[in-house]
Every structure is written in structure tokens, then in C-alpha cells.
């Protein structure tokens, strides 16, 4: 029983840290000049490939549902009056990189 209670504490600090790298993901792409949305298409993955999850609370992450549902807030916060259109999304620099490859 200890055991179950200790890997539960756990889980939660799990999914706590992934939040704040959420949190800390997007604020240090928008200080760098990239669009946010693209932290948002990550977690509309996640959450489409994340058939068959177990419930969040037996998890180390947080459910990418919800996490795209936090990240949003987070940015209409950040951004009030929209998305500046001075920000870059990042595909054709990524494009050329993975090019050279």
C-alpha cells in the first residue's frame, strides 16, 4: 500500500514538471520569435496518437488534451489582442535543415 501511495506522489510531480515544460516551452519560443501555435500542433498530436491511454492520474504526463486546453489559455493570456504576425512558425528553416541531411 505504501508503495502504490509512493508511485502516485510520484506520478503527480511527473506530470507537475511536464506542465512547467510546457509553461517554459512556450515562453522561451515566443521570446525567441517563433509562433506559438506550434506547441499547439505538438499536442493535437500527441493527443491523436495517445489511443488507449491510462487515466491521467495513473500517468507521468498530463493528458495532452488537457494540456492543449492549458497551453491555449496560456497563450490568449500572453497574446490579448492575437498572435503578432512578426512571429516565424519555423517549417521552412526546419525544411532546409532536415534537407542538408
Known amino acids: 500500500l505504501a508503495q502504490a501511495a509512493n508511485q502516485m506522489v510520484n ?3 511527473g506530470r ?3 506542465s512547467e515544460s510546457d509553461r517554459l ?3 522561451f519560443m ?3 520569435g517563433y509562433d506559438p501555435r506550434g506547441i499547439l500542433e505538438l499536442m493535437q498530436i500527441l493527443a491523436q ?3 488507449g ?3 491521467e492520474f495513473l500517468s507521468s504526463h498530463p493528458d495532452p488534451g488537457n494540456r ?3 497551453l491555449k489559455a496560456a497563450i490568449q493570456k500572453t497574446f490579448p489582442q492575437g498572435i503578432p504576425p512578426n512571429l516565424e512558425d519555423g517549417r ?3 525544411a532546409q535543415a532536415v534537407r542538408r541531411r
Open 11 to 13: 506520478l503527480r510531480y
Open 16 to 18: 507537475q514538471d511536464e
Open 25 to 27: 516551452g512556450l515562453k
Open 30 to 32: 515566443t521570446e525567441a
Open 49 to 51: 496518437s495517445s489511443g
Open 53 to 55: 491511454r491510462k487515466p
Open 68 to 70: 492543449l486546453q492549458t
Open 92 to 94: 521552412d528553416r526546419f
